[in-house]
Each structure stands twice: as structure tokens, then as C-alpha cells.
């Protein structure tokens, strides 16, 4: 079963927020969503290879369901009709804000087949959606996370480490809450200062110092195991350079191109250290891991081995076992 996603950008120029890293209102008219909403879904669909057996069209790039229900119809009128007449397509998704799901929104949603929404909860702390800008609370994102749920939808969350007035117990603390929310999946974007942004204003001015790469890694890492133990799904980790409008469009903050990478290695690194605590000194042990998973056990340029090669005083070795799951490790003697 191979699985894909026909992303459509959906531009938020109607959006009356003002988030302080979102840059939408300062770009817009450079991202135009699609002329023909239709038209572009048909093409997209062709165009599929027929490798993909199980296909998503996600609306995304903005806060769908606030859209007029005229124009998210637009949307949403061809994609169901396409799912209707092509058994790859399985699935319709959206994003939008915890503050624009009522159950009026769903039952329309519904009506056109849609299967996911996500929400931008990205913190649970009140404080720090406020020094966002967020404009919608915690108690907002669990009003919505709940009717999501009881209408039947798929619900990931996406969670956003390191915003103003975050501190390490408020990450803690949304960390928490949103695994006691149990979505199906979950997005992890640690906030990076992007270009022509409120937070960029704030940054230069020395008001704000975003998460460094191995801090927000270490972020990640810690909130995907907890999601992971829950059954959570983890959906994407850190922004691409395909999210990104212009190449140089980050000014600061935790971006790198490998980050869903190197947040898989510190997982890999805390689970290594958990299964050889105890170890003899001086013992020769082989790591088994998950298939195409030993560089992620192995580290950047063999970081993790060397680090756990000294905190134990261990020779290791790393080899692949296809029994295994992705994050699981055995250890062998050799
Ligand atoms: S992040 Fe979403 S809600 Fe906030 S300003 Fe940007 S489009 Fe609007």
C-alpha cells in the first residue's frame, strides 16, 4: 500500500488573526491558492502514479472553516466528488483553529466526506498563546479536539515548541495535555523565526531568543516518545524547505533541513541508554534495530555510538533485525 497526499494551499487571506510568527499577512498576494479548484484536483489525480494505492487531498496553508461555507464548498465539492469516483482517494483533510469548529462547521464538513482535521493548537498555555497572538485559549482547542472527536474525524493536533513566554514547563505542560487529548496524530513544529513576521520585529529587538536545533531536538524527542507510548501518531517533525515561501525565508530559530532526523537519533540515543543501563565495562554489545534504521541508532557521523561507547565503556555494534519496529532495540552480546 503506498500512500499519498495531493497537497492544496489554501490562502488565509481572509484570516483576522495575527499570529505573531506567521507571515501570511505580510506575503499576501505572492501565494495564490488554485483558479480552478477543480480543475486542479482533476489534473492532480491524473497525474498520480499508479503506485498509490491510498491518497489524501489535504487542504492546507491556512485556517480552512474560516472560510465562507460558499467558498470552502469550492473546495471541497470536487474533492468529494473525486473520492466518490476513485477508490485511491481515502481520504479528505483540513487544517484550521481550535476557535472555528462548531458543530454547525462539522456537520457541513461531513457532508462533503471530509475524514481529518487538524488543528493548530500550539500550546496549551494560555500565557503563551496570548504573547502569540494567538487569539483563541486552551480551553478553546478542548472544546474543539472533543466535538472532533464525538463527529467521528480523524483529529491530529500540531504543537508548536519554543513560542514567546514558552519556558520548559509550559512545553512540559502542553506536552502533556495534548497526549491526554488523544489525537490520532500529531505535527511538531518548533517555532522558527520567519522573515517579515511579528516575531522577526521581536527577535531583532532582542525580545525574543528562539530554541536553539539540539534544544528543540531534544523538545521533540522527548514529546514523540511520550506521543508514541500513547499510540499517537507522529505526522511530521519540524518544518521542510518545500513550507517555506523563499529559500532564505527563516531568519533564526531551530530550522534544519534533516530535523525529523535528528530528533529520531535522540530517540534512539534515550532508548540505547535506557536497554544498556547496567552494562559490564569492557563488554562488546551488538544493537539490533528496526530495517533502514541504523543510521538514525547510529547518529550523525556515529555520534550516539561514540557517546554511548564512553558514558558505558562499551565497544558497540549496530545491525538490522526486520522483525523489529520502527524505535525498537534488542542487544545481543557478540
Ligand atoms: S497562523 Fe493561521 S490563524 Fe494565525 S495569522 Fe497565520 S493563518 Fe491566521
Known amino acids: 500500500m503506498r500512500h499519498a497526499s495531493i497537497p492544496v494551499f489554501v490562502p488565509h487571506l481572509a484570516c483576522p488573526n495575527d499570529c505573531v510568527f506567521c507571515n501570511q499577512r505580510r506575503i499576501a498576494g505572492t501565494q495564490r491558492p488554485p483558479e480552478d479548484p477543480s480543475e486542479f484536483l482533476r489534473s492532480a489525480v491524473q497525474k ?16 480552512f472553516t474560516g472560510l465562507s461555507k460558499p467558498e470552502m464548498a469550492a473546495y471541497l465539492r470536487p474533492a468529494a466528488e473525486l473520492r466518490r469516483a476513485d477508490g485511491r482517494i481515502t481520504g479528505i483533510r483540513l487544517s484550521t483553529r481550535p476557535d472555528y469548529i462548531t458543530p454547525d462547521i462539522l456537520d457541513f464538513l461531513l457532508s462533503y466526506g471530509v475524514t481529518a ?3 493548530g493548537a500550539q500550546s496549551m498555555s494560555d500565557e503563551v498563546l496570548a504573547a502569540s497572538r494567538r487569539g ?3 480551553a478553546d482547542t478542548v472544546r474543539a479536539c472533543e466535538l472532533i472527536k464525538a463527529y467521528g474525524f480523524e483529529l491530529v493536533l500540531q504543537f508548536m515548541p519554543g513560542l514567546p513566554q514558552d519556558t520548559p514547563q509550559s512545553i512540559d505542560y502542553t506536552v502533556r495535555r495534548i497526549n491526554e487529548l488523544r489525537p490520532d496524530g500529531v505535527r511538531i513544529y518548533p ?3 520567519i522573515k517579515d513576521t511579528a516575531l522577526c520585529d521581536m ?13 528543540a ?21 519540524g518544518l521542510h524547505s518545500s513550507d517555506l515561501v523563499r529559500d532564505d525565508s527563516v531568519a533564526a530559530g531551530p530550522f534544519h533541513p534533516a530535523f525529523g532526523e535528528l530528533t529520531a537519533q535522540r530517540i534512539y540515543l534515550r532508548r540505547a541508554r535506557r536497554l544498556l543501563s547496567g ?4 563488554e562488546h554489545v551488538k544493537l539490533l534495530v528496526a530495517k533502514g534504521h541504523t543510521s538514525k541508532m547510529c547518529g550523525q557521523h556515529g555520534q ?3 557517546i554511548l561507547g564512553a558514558e558505558f565503556g562499551i565497544r558497540l555494534k549496530v545491525a538490522e533485525d526486520p522483525a523489529l519496529k520502527e524505535y525498537q532495540i534488542e542487544r545481543t552480546s557478540i
Open 136 to 138: 483563541h485559549t486552551a
Open 304 to 306: 550516539n555510538l561514540r
Open 217 to 237: 531536538a531534544d523538545i521533540c524527542s522527548r514529546a514523540c516518545e511520550l506521543f508514541m507510548s500513547s499510540g499517537i501518531k507522529i505526522l511530521r517533525v
Open 48 to 63: 498520480l502514479s499508479d503506485r498509490f494505492t491510498e491518497v489524501d487531498i489535504a487542504f492546507f496553508g491556512g485556517s
Open 191 to 193: 517555532c522558527v523565526v
Open 117 to 119: 482535521v487538524e488543528l
Open 203 to 215: 527577535y531583532l529587538a532582542g525580545g525574543f531568543t528562539p530554541l536553539g536545533v539540539d534544544e
Open 279 to 282: 552494562t559490564r565495562r569492557g
